[in-house]
Every structure is written in structure tokens, then in C-alpha cells.
């Protein structure tokens, strides 16, 4: 990864794991807890893409498993916000814009849903069988309604920063460079012709024209 997308990674991760733990889970709601931190690894690697979604989720879950009061395996929170991360990257738009909200709340929905299930079955895997003792319906209905109030303040923010931050002067010159380089491919694939080949042989047609031009005029000052 880049070094601008490491530091506003690691900012915004720790800004959300801060506020998670000290605002958020004191509040004691009903069911779950709202996940900012899955929110931020959303929306960054909406950006950034499944690999860049796959580190940042990698990470932000290792720092969320080592942070007090974590009560789990560490590696636990991590396995999950990076399989989340990478699959949430898959979903990327082409141009890091989004044409409308559908999209990022289906994704918003399915990762709360995802991430409590994959939690859980980790969980039961290394024999933490506390999501049935609570109830796992009331925990996903719960994770995913807290999840898709909260996204609407945090995703667009987060995303318009991480787009901000990947603005490169010199990436833009080159884009546009290679934009025409396509758009002239588009043409010369559509015409069957070649513009430098036309634009060489208008240059040659004009050369022959001026040469025989000054033969005609040498001709009839002789004469």
C-alpha cells in the first residue's frame, strides 16, 4: 500500500476503535453493539480495492483484538474484518464514485450480517459459545439495523477523504495521457485507418505539391 493510504488508514482505524469502545459500547443498546470500525474498513476498502480492503480489515481487527476490553482470542476480530474487507473491495466502482446509496447499504447490511456469523462461527470453533446464549437472530437483526443507521454519517465521509487523499497531479496527467492514446485507438479501430499514418501522408502529398509547384516555376522563368 501506499504511504498516504497507510497513515489515513491507520488514522481513521484508530479515531473509529476509539470512539467504538469508548462512546458506542457504553451506550447498551439492546442485541449488538454499532461497529464503526467494520463501517471504516467498508468504506476504505471500497476505495482501495479487495487488497487494500483485505489489509486494512487485517489490521483494524488486530488492533481491535489486542485493545481493552477485548474478552477473545487474538487474531479473532482480524480473520473476520479481513475476509470482510477483501470481499467488501470486490464491489469497488470503476471510478471510486458511487452513482447511488443502494449499493454500499446492501453492503453495509450483508458485512453486519457476515461479520456476526463468521464471529460466531470462529467462535464456536475455539469453543466461545456465548452468541447462543444471547441469541444469534437478535444479535444479526440488531448488528445489521445499528450498522445501516450509523453508515449513512460514516461511509461517505470516510470514502470522500480516502478518494481526497488519492488525488495525484502527475496520475491525473498520466490518465489523461492514456485517454487519448485510447480514444485514438477507438477511432482508428472504428475507421479501419491510422491518424498517424493519414496525418504522414498528408504531410507527403504537401511536400510533392510545393516541389512540383517550384518545378513549374523554374519551367517558366526558362522559357
Known amino acids: 500500500m501506499r504511504v498516504n493510504r497507510i497513515l489515513l488508514s491507520t ?26 470500525l ?32 477485548a474478552d ?12 470482510i474487507g477483501y470481499a467488501a473491495g470486490l464491489v469497488k466502482p470503476e471510478n471510486g464514485r458511487l452513482k447511488s446509496a443502494t449499493g454500499p447499504m ?9 461479520s456476526t456469523l463468521l464471529y460466531a462461527g470462529v467462535g464456536a470453533l475455539v469453543g466461545d459459545t456465548a452468541a447462543r446464549h444471547v441469541g444469534l437472530p437478535g444479535l444479526l437483526f440488531s448488528a445489521a439495523l445499528y450498522d445501516l443507521l450509523l453508515a449513512p454519517f460514516v461511509v461517505p ?4 477523504l480516502a478518494r481526497r487523499a488519492e488525488n495525484d497531479p502527475l496520475a491525473e496527467t498520466t490518465s489523461a495521457a492514456k ?12 475507421t479501419g485507418l491510422r491518424i498517424g499514418g493519414q496525418r504522414g501522408g498528408l504531410r507527403t502529398k504537401a511536400a510533392r505539391s510545393r516541389t512540383a509547384r517550384a518545378g513549374r516555376i523554374k519551367g517558366v522563368k526558362r522559357l
Not at 11 to 36: C, E, F, I, K, T
Not at 106 to 114: E, I, N, S
Open 11 to 36: 488514522a481513521l482505524v484508530v479515531v473509529a476503535l476509539v470512539v467504538q469502545v469508548s462512546v458506542l459500547a457504553r451506550l447498551h443498546l439492546p442485541g449488538a453493539v454499532p461497529d464503526l
Open 179 to 190: 485517454a487519448t492514446d485510447i480514444s485514438s485507438g477507438w477511432l482508428a479501430s472504428g
Open 106 to 114: 446492501l453492503v453495509v447490511v450483508g458485512a453486519a450480517v457476515g
Open 157 to 160: 465521509a470516510v470514502m470522500a
Open 38 to 69: 467494520l463501517l471504516t474498513v467498508l468504506a476504505l476498502a471500497m476505495v482501495y480495492g479487495h487488497v487494500g480492503g483485505a489489509l486494512v480489515g487485517f489490521g483494524a481487527g488486530l488492533l481491535a483484538d489486542l485493545a481493552p476490553p
Open 72 to 83: 477473545h482470542a487474538a487474531g479473532r476480530y482480524a480473520l473476520v474484518l479481513c475476509v
